[in-house]
């Protein structure tokens, strides 16, 4: 019986495979197996259903994150699936082990998240770092599962004047430093360092010197929507004419919906000169013709027909770091977006101009990376 019982376990996992791999070209899974095993079938239902209905891609990856992570949590927390809705002692509970004190915590070890909770999620690799998590990390998970409590018909308590109390209470009692996703930018100088390591003409260069230019040239793309970019989504358009030198070849990215687009809106962003040359050098080494521009690189030289998945920018430009010289921790993906504004703001590129480009929707988002380029050496800081 526990034979037949384990065979129909196995044979839900295996269902389950195959319907996240129905909806792969719209989510991009990284874990996927794991995922088989973890989610519900109501969570695959729930997930297919969010893809029929149109919701962005980087949305849908968000709350796949979010929604895994929640019922890892849950197992490990209550031994049970998540219940929906939750209960507001439970999320009352994901807010206790969550945001906690650490100085509370070395005389109280029961405070903050439990010890085999911890190891749990830890070995399971949804636990990284040490402490309590982000406001902003626990803030959406809470809103990501609020908004997967409504789409599976329920009202839940996340309204709760407890909830909010508990939040905001635990948050002023463990404050944290709010910094950025990048601890440096990577600015010109840097990327010049991060290129040089590209110099020879193997496949892995010539992908990773297209990746770093491309995603910095056409406004600092996010790590995404590089790892999506599809070579249907590109268009070569007329060549950018030089005084007393040769035209520069230009290239136009239609990004359809992104993370701050609306509607039916295509955001188109332009390549001209190097970075097109660049692009084309992978594009015909590799012999992509249609569906993913960048890929991943198998051990003896083969290029996948799969996509890189978005971690494995972040890895790509980590990788040329330590390369380079330079401390890996340091830099991330996300460097490179806030390196475009830098470098822009460097060069004295109007903010307008930059943002057509970056397509960064708030001014003051923008201006901050412009703002902490010129207040150094800006005639404020020399008064006397």
Request: proline fraction near 5%.
């Amino acid at each position: 019986m526990a034979n037949a019982h384990k065979s129909v376990a196995l044979s839900g996992v295996q269902r389950r495979s195959v319907e996240l791999d129905t909806i792969a070209s719209v989510l991009p899974i990284d874990r996927r197996d794991e995922l088989a095993e973890l989610l519900t079938d109501k969570d695959i239902e729930t997930l297919r259903h969010l893809v029929n209905e149109g919701m962005g891609a980087n949305t849908l990856r968000a709350l796949t994150s979010d929604l895994a992570y929640l019922e890892a949590w849950g197992l490990a927390a209550t031994k049970k699936s998540l219940p929906w809705p939750a209960p507001e002692a439970l999320l009352l509970k994901f807010v206790a082990h969550h945001l906690w004190d650490p100085q509370h915590r070395e005389t109280d070890p029961d405070h903050g998240m439990p010890a085999d909770v911890d190891e749990n999620l830890r070995s399971q690799g949804f636990l990284k770092s040490v402490g309590p998590h982000a406001p902003a990390t626990v803030r959406r998970r809470l809103a990501n599962w609020s908004t997967l409590t409504k789409w599976r018909g329920f009202d839940g308590a996340f309204a709760s004047p407890a909830l909010k109390s508990a939040i905001r209470l635990a948050i002023r009692a463990a404050p944290r430093q709010r910094l950025r996703k990048s601890a440096k930018a990577v600015t010109g100088d840097v990327l010049a360092r991060l290129l040089a390591t590209c110099a020879t003409e193997s496949l892995r260069d010539l992908r990773d010197r297209a990746i770093l230019m491309v995603a910095f040239a056409s406004g600092g793309r996010r790590r995404s929507e590089i790892a999506g970019l599809r070579r249907e989504q590109l268009t070569v358009e007329p060549p950018i004419p030089v005084e007393n030198g040769a035209p520069l070849p230009s290239l136009s990215i239609h990004l359809g919906r992104t993370k701050t687009s609306s509607g039916e809106q295509d955001d188109v962003v332009y390549l001209t000169g190097r970075p097109v040359e660049a692009l084309d050098a992978w594009l015909g080494a590799a012999k992509i013709e249609s569906g993913s521009v960048f890929r991943a690189i198998g051990r003896w030289g083969t290029v996948s027909r799969r996509a890189i998945d978005p971690q494995s920018v972040n890895a790509i430009i980590k990788q040329r770091a330590v390369l380079a010289g330079l401390e890996s921790g340091e830099f991330s993906a996300h460097g490179l977006r806030s390196g475009y504004l830098t470098e822009a703001a460097n060069r004295g590129i109007p903010l307008p101009e930059a943002m057509e480009q970056s397509r960064h929707r708030s001014v003051q988002q923008a201006s901050s990376y412009y703002n902490n380029s010129t207040r150094r050496t800006g005639r404020a800081a020399r008064m006397i």
